[in-house]
């Protein structure tokens, strides 16, 4: 029997936890956010990580920028965050406008201010098995195995992608020796991917490539972690779209031990980790 991997309900969980530990402190956790530009997708997710730190007490500072902000002065804006006592996290949403270097401006993060986790000296950390942030999307996969019990000791784990926010650290956090998993990553050169799926006790997708993963690539029993979001065409809808996964859950949901749908499988945990990450930030400055 197939079990359903449950984002919401597991981050639904970690949300409240969150909460009630924010409710017994006499200062609020304060994530600061950064937006360059108006990309509706940017707008659209800062908005529900603005949201989401009102409903768990979290305080937000909002920094929107104009898009053709320069370099130099959006370096200052986050090194007046980085000095500011008051703000526990900083998050700079991605993409940044094309006249930015994105790595030069995560660079500038104070890494003790780095929820998102993306500073060089954080997933320096992260390789090192040393304590860091570890960024959200990683973590939450973590969290969804830990809360359904999936032991990665010895298994077989492939990772379709090696992107710096999700494969890599994925990868690296599953080899450490708290994890003990044999670790394969993927990517558009490997030789022969059905092969290298097959071999998987469990498969994280994270290509970006819509139901890349079929039916006939991935073994019996094996548990499917989908990252992939990817919004397809559908005129049923009244949106006209849906999204999809980087699996094709419908030919893999029988066929597998447990697996993530799309939506409601990974995506709700990354936000609940960023608000962890913040409460971890606020803590850890403290002393706490
Ligand atoms: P990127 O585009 O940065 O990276 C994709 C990776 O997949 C690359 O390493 C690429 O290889 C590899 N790849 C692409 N196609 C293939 C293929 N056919 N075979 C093998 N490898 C392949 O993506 P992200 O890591 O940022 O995101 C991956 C997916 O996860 C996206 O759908 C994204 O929307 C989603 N996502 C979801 C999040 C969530 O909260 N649930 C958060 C972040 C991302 P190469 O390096 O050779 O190009």
Not at 8 to 35: F, M, N, R, T
Not at 40 to 62: Q, W
Not at 177 to 194: E, G, I, P, Q, S
Not at 227 to 245: F, Y
Request: include cysteine.
């Amino acid at each position: 029997m197939t079990y359903k991997i449950d984002g919401k309900e597991v981050s639904s969980y970690i949300k409240e936890c969150l909460k009630k530990e924010v409710q017994k402190l006499d200062i609020k956790p304060c994530l600061a956010v950064v937006l360059v530009g108006s990309n509706p997708a940017s707008i659209s997710y800062v908005s529900s990580k603005k949201k989401t730190c009102e409903e768990l007490g979290f305080s937000h500072r909002d920094i929107d920028l104009d898009e053709t902000v320069s370099q130099d002065d959006l370096i200052s804006v986050i090194e007046d965050l980085n000095r500011d006592d008051n703000v526990d996290g900083i998050l700079v949403q991605l993409p940044l406008p094309r006249h930015i270097d994105s790595d030069m401006i995560i660079k500038k993060i104070l890494p003790e201010k780095d929820v998102d986790g993306f500073t060089p000296i954080n997933m320096g950390r992260l390789v090192l098995g040393q304590e860091c942030f570890i960024p959200c999307t990683p973590k939450g996969i973590l969290a969804l195995l830990d809360y359904y019990k999936i032991d990665t000791d010895g298994k077989k784990v492939v990772v379709v992608g090696r992107s710096n926010i999700v494969g890599k650290p994925i990868a690296n956090l599953l080899m450490q020796k708290d994890r003990n998993a044999t670790v394969t990553v993927c990517n558009t050169h490997t030789k022969d991917l059905k092969k290298e799926c097959l071999e998987a006790d469990i498969l994280i997708a994270a290509c970006g490539q819509r139901e890349a993963i079929k039916g006939d690539m991935v073994k019996d029993g094996a548990v499917v972690i989908d990252v992939g979001i990817n919004r397809v065409d559908d005129p049923s809808r009244e949106r006209g779209w849906r999204l999809v996964g980087d699996c094709d859950y419908n030919a893999l949901k029988d066929k597998v031990t447990a697996i993530t749908p799309v939506p409601g499988g990974v995506g709700p945990m990354t936000i609940a980790m960023l608000m962890e990450n913040t409460l971890i930030a606020f803590k850890r400055r403290r002393g706490l």
